[in-house]
């Protein structure tokens, strides 16, 4: 136990590991959003990809813990990181001027903190079911869960619509810092390299926002129906 | 009462050094944890001192005035180190460098040391490179030279415009190595005030905790003092403004004799100064002068932007005066002249003090882009500090003091005449003679610290055997008075009218007119006059606020400055008892008909050593120079 | 805006008036405070320490205690000067030490804040004044290279490519003022650290004691009680020799390589043969 906690005093270990953490959730929340962009041929796919995901419990199960874990290690190191970080300067400056830090990189610990609320909601809100009383819990035709009917009927509502973009807003402005600070802190720099590191942050970013919002306002404008 | 003796082994010059390690004794590794050493001043020469005293077993209690030992001043060389390694294979030598050096100083220095500097010069290198020193190295992975300060063979090394810098950092890094081990305790923070002389050998110093103020004595085996030079006593100069003479000067007054005082360097690019407020000057490389013309208008008088000045009324003074080296006369040729426009009146800029140093022919015959090509980093320099575009109006230069080849009297083992008070560095006096050449200062900070001192002090300190004294012996005390009384005499200033700066600045210009680049006997009569009298006003008028018990910067510069003001006169009793021209020591009734320097061999080979008397003129002693391997010959430039 | 005029020949003598509101405390475990002082009779040719010698010039002939602020080389390489001028570390120039600033950059009129270096590990000695030696123990951690003096091999014996000396050379470019840590929001030293890394980690001499070195710095950065580094790169937008942050990725691949590396086997120790040779 000593050993772990000699490992994570050293504010290098605790960044190298939180950001692999990090890069992992990434990696999720890309698979994630590509998984989704089925809802785009119809519900015959998006709701086949579910079923075919919760036909494998093992794995699925397997990989939530997983995340669970890799989230929580993450979310554990980098609260434990800033907190020191706040320890490190007890008296503020009274004038404060900016150079070079990004808004993102400013905003980390709260764009951060919406994500947690924002996964937890959406956990219990599209996964669970446990917050809109009204979403339809039937199945489909062939008997799949309706994944493609909740979807439809949570995005209608112009007050989960405004919750998700925020959600979305906070995702992406804390992945375009995180990614390219992931890859810093993990020592991957080159000369030629480093503005395509830079730009695959806001990239990967964008990507991914884009992504989920394409699917939530399809359904808000109407492009997409039951 | 003073004996010189200069204790050069004999020999064949190239033994001497060989011989006096060998003939040195040892000290048992045992016997050296026990022996403590004090090292004041972290510069090339202190750090490479403590660290090397510390790897070799020794007991090291290392000061500095700074917060960190990596801050002394040698950080601000520029140009390079030199050494006899002939890389490039272009004839240099041991031999060379020697020969370079002494005629440099103008025959004032002495052969063995100089020697020896030469010899050791090799292995600085070596043991910089091993310490990390990112030298500038060519394709091919080898170190790459450059020639420097006018001499036919390229043997300077460098890192970049930060080789002082770069050899700092390597010191300073062995340093952090012995304090890891335990072998070196640093103090930064706290200044030396004072000498513990007892029963005729140095034991200790006193010391002022710079933070609390707090005063205490630390007593040892031998006292080590690398506390550079004092070109600020001319108030302007390039040095930091906490250069200072306090530590080398109160050895002085505890029997330490002083050698050549007056042997100050005065470099002629600087950027001059803009005004009274004037904290500092800024040097410029001397390279500049390769392709800028330096010239002053015709008429006093004209008032004319420079640009607007016709060339048929302007004065290209050094091509005038020297049509043979026209702009590139040495350094201290440069310098006279450029002072001799100003005093005429012909100045340009505030207060009338510089001349123009115009690039404009060589950006018309070579264009714009060689210009900042070559010199580009300097231009941009000269603008952030003048708000000026030389690539449109002439820079303004004038010269300033940057180096003190004077110091602290030392025999070839470096010590002063306090057994057991070793100089090292800028702090003695030892090796550049009369004139030093460019890139060797770094060179024999460096030969103090890591190869001399560390042999020479242990022969010392296995010959004297003599524990330390208690940190309350009578001696100790005694000087714990000396420092207390002078510091509340500090902050009892009657008048309370003028501030330590402004004594400052007034001792400055007297030393600057009448002990800088030129002097002549009247002048120095009438320093020695003005002085005495500024200092009895400084000590009725001079405010210091605040008290010694806490962190005051105030009370630590009106000290040197009450230094400055007494040593002030020691540099003009040797400038004005030296009738003879040599090197940077210029006296004007001492000029051949073209006004070059004569020296005067038959009189004035020597060290000027001297004595500190209290209430009594300074007592001189001589250490003839004799040159048996080199024969001494005239410096000429037209 | 305003500019305070550009020198010329003959009347360029432009006075400023300025009004300071600078950081004042009298000891370290004392109370401090913004203080503000008026100015005026600058010239736009001083530096910025100038201006506040005149200032404390007057402050000493009005029987006041003189503003305390670290300064020594005034040319930007000692590294001693540190003033954190209008929220931002060595002032508004870029790449530059808080004594290369002239007053001609500032506008007639203004209004200046001056503060120290802030960070837990730089305790306040005095108003302006801030204790840096954590920087030095981070240094003593590892910060060299463990060679004795004397019986150095020949400079040219160890080879090194003119690129990888330009890389030591500009990491080792360091002055140590901490202006990096008084920039970032953590009040990290790594840009400080990755510099000494960088340095000894580029050239062949400081390989050996490698992965030693960048554990202990590491090590006594944390303990002296910086911050993390967030990637932000204020520390490079501040830093008067722009030191690149690749070093600090640098330090990071060190660390790396130094964590998965460095575990050494359990050092055997030698069979007992006694004292006999």
Redesign the interface.
Same mark, same amino acid.
């Given at each position: 136990m000593s050993r772990v906690k000699v490992f994570f005093n050293s504010s290098v270990n605790s960044k190298i590991v939180a950001s692999l953490a990090g890069l992992g959730l990434t990696g999720f929340a890309i698979f994630h959003m590509l998984g989704n962009l089925q809802v785009f041929e119809g519900s015959d796919a998006i709701n086949g990809y579910a079923s075919i995901l919760r036909d494998m419990p093992i794995l699925l199960w397997t990989a939530r813990m997983g995340l669970l874990i890799v989230a929580g290690l993450h979310i554990g190191l980098v609260i434990r990181l800033a907190l020191r970080n706040r320890q490190g300067r007890p008296v503020a400056y009274a004038v404060r001027r900016y150079r070079a830090a990004s808004v993102a990189s400013r905003t980390m610990v709260l764009t951060g903190s919406l994500l947690l609320f924002f996964i937890i909601f959406h956990l219990l809100h599209l996964t669970a079911g446990l917050i809109d009383a009204s979403a339809p819990d039937g199945l489909d035709i062939q008997g799949r869960v309706d994944v493609y009917g909740k979807i439809i009927h949570a995005f209608r509502n112009p007050l989960y619509v405004g919750i998700y973009f925020v959600g979305q807003l906070a995702l992406g402005l804390h992945l375009s810092h995180a990614i390219s600070s992931g890859l810093q802190t993990l020592g991957i720099e080159h000369a030629a390299l480093n503005r395509l590191f830079k730009l695959a942050g806001s990239g990967i970013a964008l990507f991914v926002v884009l992504g989920n919002l394409s699917i939530i306002f399809a359904v808000f404008l109407g492009l997409i129906r039951a | 009462m003073i004996i010189l003796d200069s204790n050069i082994p004999p020999g064949p010059l190239e033994m001497k050094w060989d011989r006096r390690r060998f003939s040195g004794k040892l000290v048992s590794p045992a016997n050296k944890r026990r022996i403590k050493i004090i090292v004041v001043g972290t510069g090339l020469a202190g750090a490479?001192a403590a660290?090397?005293l510390g790897?070799l077993g020794y007991q090291v209690e290392c000061f500095c005035f700074?917060?960190?030992?990596?801050?002394a001043?040698s950080?601000?060389a520029q140009g390079g180190i030199n050494a006899a @390694?002939n =890389?490039q294979d272009d004839g240099d030598s041991v031999a060379r460098l020697f020969y370079d050096t002494i005629k440099g100083g103008d025959f004032r220095s002495r052969e063995a040391s100089v020697y020896r500097l030469a010899q050791i010069s090799t292995?600085i290198?070596? &043991?910089?490179? %091993?310490?990390?020193v990112?030298?500038?190295?060519? =394709?091919? !992975?080898?170190?790459a030279n450059r020639s420097f300060g006018g001499v036919q063979v390229s043997r300077t090394f460098y890192?970049?415009g930060?080789t002082g810098?770069?050899l700092l950092?390597g010191a =300073?890094?062995?340093l952090?190595?012995q304090?890891?081990r335990g072998q070196v305790t640093?103090r930064?923070r706290t200044e030396m005030l004072d000498v513990i002389v007892a029963d005729g050998h140095a034991r200790g110093i006193v010391v002022r905790d710079l933070?609390s103020g707090r005063l205490s004595a630390h007593t040892a085996h031998a006292v080590v003092l690398a506390t550079g030079g004092y070109s600020n006593v001319y108030y302007l100069s390039?040095n930091?403004?906490?250069c200072n003479v306090t530590a080398t000067y109160r050895a002085w007054k505890q029997g330490a004799a002083f050698a050549n005082p007056s042997f100050t360097q005065i470099h002629p690019t600087a950027i001059p100064p %803009?005004?009274d407020? &004037? %904290? @500092?000057l800024?040097?410029m490389s001397e390279s500049l002068r390769n392709d800028g013309r330096l010239w002053v208008p015709v008429s006093p008088s004209d008032?004319r932007?420079?640009n607007a000045i016709p060339p048929s009324e302007r004065d290209y003074f050094l091509e005038r005066r020297y049509p043979r080296f026209g702009n590139l006369v040495p350094r201290d040729v440069a310098s006279r002249a450029v002072k001799a426009i100003c005093d005429e009146g012909r100045g340009?800029?505030p207060g009338g003090q510089g001349v123009y140093l115009d690039f404009s022919d060589v950006i018309r015959q070579q264009g714009i882009e060689v210009v900042r090509e070559r010199y580009g980093n300097l231009f941009e320099m000269y603008q952030?500090?003048?708000?000026?575009n030389a690539y449109e109006?002439p820079m303004r230069i004038y010269p300033a003091p940057h180096y003190t080849m004077g110091g602290l009297w030392v025999d070839y083992n470096l010590m002063s005449t306090i057994p057991g008070l070793f100089v090292v560095g800028e702090a003695n006096f030892a090796d550049h003679g009369a004139n030093r050449l460019g890139a060797s200062s770094l060179m024999q900070g460096l030969a103090d610290g =890591?190869?001399i001192l560390?042999y020479t002090i242990g022969h010392y300190l296995a010959t004297v055997d003599s524990p330390p004294i208690a940190e309350d012996h009578g001696a100790a005390r005694a000087a714990l008075e000396r420092v207390e009384a002078r510091i509340k005499k500090l902050l009892q200033g009657k008048g309370?009218r003028r501030?330590a %700066?402004?004594f400052h600045r007034t001792l400055g210009k007297i030393l600057w007119d009448h002990c800088g680049m030129s002097r002549c006997a009247a002048g120095l009569r009438a320093a020695l006059e003005a002085i005495p009298p500024l200092r009895e006003e400084f000590w009725q008028n001079v405010?210091v606020? !605040?008290s010694g018990d806490?962190?005051n &910067?105030?009370l630590e510069y009106a000290g040197r400055v009450a230094d400055f003001l007494e040593f002030a006169e020691l540099m003009c009793h040797d400038a004005l008892h030296r009738e003879e021209s040599c090197g940077a020591h210029f006296r004007e009734e001492y000029q051949t008909e073209d006004g070059e320097p004569r020296r005067d061999d038959e009189r004035f080979a020597y060290v000027a050593a001297w004595e500190y008397r209290e209430g009594e003129a300074p007592v001189l002693h001589k250490e003839p120079l004799n040159f048996e391997f080199v024969q001494p010959t005239t410096r000429s430039y037209q | 805006m305003l500019v305070a005029g550009r020198k010329r020949r003959g009347g360029y003598r432009r006075i400023v008036k300025l009004t300071l509101r600078i950081w004042r405390q009298r000891g370290p475990n004392e109370r401090g405070g913004l203080v503000t002082y008026q100015v005026d009779d600058i010239s736009p040719d001083m530096s910025f320490l100038e201006m506040l010698d005149a200032l404390n010039q007057q402050l000493i002939m009005a029987g006041e205690e003189p503003v305390a602020f670290e300064h020594d080389c005034r040319e930007g390489i000692c590294g001693s000067c540190s003033l954190v001028i209008d929220g931002v570390p060595h002032g508004p120039d870029r790449g530059v030490t808080t004594c290369q600033l002239y007053m001609r950059r500032f506008a007639d009129g203004k209004t200046i804040t001056i503060e120290p270096w802030r960070a837990r590990a730089f305790p306040i000695v005095k108003d302006l004044v801030v204790d840096r030696r954590a920087l030095d123990r981070i240094m003593q951690a590892g910060g060299y290279i463990s060679v004795n003096t004397g019986g150095a091999v020949d400079g040219n014996t160890l080879l090194i490519g003119k690129e990888e000396a330009e890389t030591a050379m500009d990491a080792a470019s360091c002055i140590g003022c901490g202006a990096c840590v008084a920039a970032c929001k953590n009040a990290s030293a790594m840009l400080f650290v990755a510099a000494k890394v960088a340095h000894l980690a580029t050239l062949p001499q400081g390989k050996p004691e490698r992965t030693r070195r960048v554990m202990a710095m590491v090590q006594a950065m944390d303990r002296e009680g910086f911050g993390s580094c967030g990637n932000q790169y204020e520390c490079e937008a501040v830093c008067p020799k722009n030191i690149s942050v690749r070093f600090i990725a640098l330090l990071n691949r060190e660390y790396l390589r130094a964590g998965i590396l460095g575990t050494k086997m359990p050092a055997q120790s030698d069979p007992p043969h006694g004292e006999s040779y």
């Amino acid at each position: 136990m000593s050993r772990v906690k000699v490992f994570f005093n050293s504010s290098v270990n605790s960044k190298i590991v939180a950001s692999l953490a990090g890069l992992g959730l990434t990696g999720f929340a890309i698979f994630h959003m590509l998984g989704n962009l089925q809802v785009f041929e119809g519900s015959d796919a998006i709701n086949g990809y579910a079923s075919i995901l919760r036909d494998m419990p093992i794995l699925l199960w397997t990989a939530r813990m997983g995340l669970l874990i890799v989230a929580g290690l993450h979310i554990g190191l980098v609260i434990r990181l800033a907190l020191r970080n706040r320890q490190g300067r007890p008296v503020a400056y009274a004038v404060r001027r900016y150079r070079a830090a990004s808004v993102a990189s400013r905003t980390m610990v709260l764009t951060g903190s919406l994500l947690l609320f924002f996964i937890i909601f959406h956990l219990l809100h599209l996964t669970a079911g446990l917050i809109d009383a009204s979403a339809p819990d039937g199945l489909d035709i062939q008997g799949r869960v309706d994944v493609y009917g909740k979807i439809i009927h949570a995005f209608r509502n112009p007050l989960y619509v405004g919750i998700y973009f925020v959600g979305q807003l906070a995702l992406g402005l804390h992945l375009s810092h995180a990614i390219s600070s992931g890859l810093q802190t993990l020592g991957i720099e080159h000369a030629a390299l480093n503005r395509l590191f830079k730009l695959a942050g806001s990239g990967i970013a964008l990507f991914v926002v884009l992504g989920n919002l394409s699917i939530i306002f399809a359904v808000f404008l109407g492009l997409i129906r039951a | 009462m003073i004996i010189l003796d200069s204790n050069i082994p004999p020999g064949p010059l190239e033994m001497k050094w060989d011989r006096r390690r060998f003939s040195g004794k040892l000290v048992s590794p045992a016997n050296k944890r026990r022996i403590k050493i004090i090292v004041v001043g972290t510069g090339l020469a202190g750090a490479s001192a403590a660290s090397t005293l510390g790897q070799l077993g020794y007991q090291v209690e290392c000061f500095c005035f700074h917060d960190s030992p990596r801050r002394a001043h040698s950080i601000a060389a520029q140009g390079g180190i030199n050494a006899a @390694k002939n =890389y490039q294979d272009d004839g240099d030598s041991v031999a060379r460098l020697f020969y370079d050096t002494i005629k440099g100083g103008d025959f004032r220095s002495r052969e063995a040391s100089v020697y020896r500097l030469a010899q050791i010069s090799t292995q600085i290198i070596d &043991q910089c490179v %091993a310490l990390g020193v990112p030298f500038a190295r060519e =394709y091919g !992975g080898q170190l790459a030279n450059r020639s420097f300060g006018g001499v036919q063979v390229s043997r300077t090394f460098y890192c970049r415009g930060q080789t002082g810098q770069q050899l700092l950092l390597g010191a =300073y890094s062995a340093l952090c190595w012995q304090i890891e081990r335990g072998q070196v305790t640093m103090r930064p923070r706290t200044e030396m005030l004072d000498v513990i002389v007892a029963d005729g050998h140095a034991r200790g110093i006193v010391v002022r905790d710079l933070v609390s103020g707090r005063l205490s004595a630390h007593t040892a085996h031998a006292v080590v003092l690398a506390t550079g030079g004092y070109s600020n006593v001319y108030y302007l100069s390039t040095n930091a403004s906490g250069c200072n003479v306090t530590a080398t000067y109160r050895a002085w007054k505890q029997g330490a004799a002083f050698a050549n005082p007056s042997f100050t360097q005065i470099h002629p690019t600087a950027i001059p100064p %803009a005004g009274d407020h &004037q %904290a @500092k000057l800024t040097l410029m490389s001397e390279s500049l002068r390769n392709d800028g013309r330096l010239w002053v208008p015709v008429s006093p008088s004209d008032r004319r932007s420079p640009n607007a000045i016709p060339p048929s009324e302007r004065d290209y003074f050094l091509e005038r005066r020297y049509p043979r080296f026209g702009n590139l006369v040495p350094r201290d040729v440069a310098s006279r002249a450029v002072k001799a426009i100003c005093d005429e009146g012909r100045g340009v800029g505030p207060g009338g003090q510089g001349v123009y140093l115009d690039f404009s022919d060589v950006i018309r015959q070579q264009g714009i882009e060689v210009v900042r090509e070559r010199y580009g980093n300097l231009f941009e320099m000269y603008q952030r500090i003048t708000g000026e575009n030389a690539y449109e109006v002439p820079m303004r230069i004038y010269p300033a003091p940057h180096y003190t080849m004077g110091g602290l009297w030392v025999d070839y083992n470096l010590m002063s005449t306090i057994p057991g008070l070793f100089v090292v560095g800028e702090a003695n006096f030892a090796d550049h003679g009369a004139n030093r050449l460019g890139a060797s200062s770094l060179m024999q900070g460096l030969a103090d610290g =890591y190869f001399i001192l560390p042999y020479t002090i242990g022969h010392y300190l296995a010959t004297v055997d003599s524990p330390p004294i208690a940190e309350d012996h009578g001696a100790a005390r005694a000087a714990l008075e000396r420092v207390e009384a002078r510091i509340k005499k500090l902050l009892q200033g009657k008048g309370r009218r003028r501030t330590a %700066a402004s004594f400052h600045r007034t001792l400055g210009k007297i030393l600057w007119d009448h002990c800088g680049m030129s002097r002549c006997a009247a002048g120095l009569r009438a320093a020695l006059e003005a002085i005495p009298p500024l200092r009895e006003e400084f000590w009725q008028n001079v405010v210091v606020p !605040g008290s010694g018990d806490m962190f005051n &910067q105030e009370l630590e510069y009106a000290g040197r400055v009450a230094d400055f003001l007494e040593f002030a006169e020691l540099m003009c009793h040797d400038a004005l008892h030296r009738e003879e021209s040599c090197g940077a020591h210029f006296r004007e009734e001492y000029q051949t008909e073209d006004g070059e320097p004569r020296r005067d061999d038959e009189r004035f080979a020597y060290v000027a050593a001297w004595e500190y008397r209290e209430g009594e003129a300074p007592v001189l002693h001589k250490e003839p120079l004799n040159f048996e391997f080199v024969q001494p010959t005239t410096r000429s430039y037209q | 805006m305003l500019v305070a005029g550009r020198k010329r020949r003959g009347g360029y003598r432009r006075i400023v008036k300025l009004t300071l509101r600078i950081w004042r405390q009298r000891g370290p475990n004392e109370r401090g405070g913004l203080v503000t002082y008026q100015v005026d009779d600058i010239s736009p040719d001083m530096s910025f320490l100038e201006m506040l010698d005149a200032l404390n010039q007057q402050l000493i002939m009005a029987g006041e205690e003189p503003v305390a602020f670290e300064h020594d080389c005034r040319e930007g390489i000692c590294g001693s000067c540190s003033l954190v001028i209008d929220g931002v570390p060595h002032g508004p120039d870029r790449g530059v030490t808080t004594c290369q600033l002239y007053m001609r950059r500032f506008a007639d009129g203004k209004t200046i804040t001056i503060e120290p270096w802030r960070a837990r590990a730089f305790p306040i000695v005095k108003d302006l004044v801030v204790d840096r030696r954590a920087l030095d123990r981070i240094m003593q951690a590892g910060g060299y290279i463990s060679v004795n003096t004397g019986g150095a091999v020949d400079g040219n014996t160890l080879l090194i490519g003119k690129e990888e000396a330009e890389t030591a050379m500009d990491a080792a470019s360091c002055i140590g003022c901490g202006a990096c840590v008084a920039a970032c929001k953590n009040a990290s030293a790594m840009l400080f650290v990755a510099a000494k890394v960088a340095h000894l980690a580029t050239l062949p001499q400081g390989k050996p004691e490698r992965t030693r070195r960048v554990m202990a710095m590491v090590q006594a950065m944390d303990r002296e009680g910086f911050g993390s580094c967030g990637n932000q790169y204020e520390c490079e937008a501040v830093c008067p020799k722009n030191i690149s942050v690749r070093f600090i990725a640098l330090l990071n691949r060190e660390y790396l390589r130094a964590g998965i590396l460095g575990t050494k086997m359990p050092a055997q120790s030698d069979p007992p043969h006694g004292e006999s040779y």
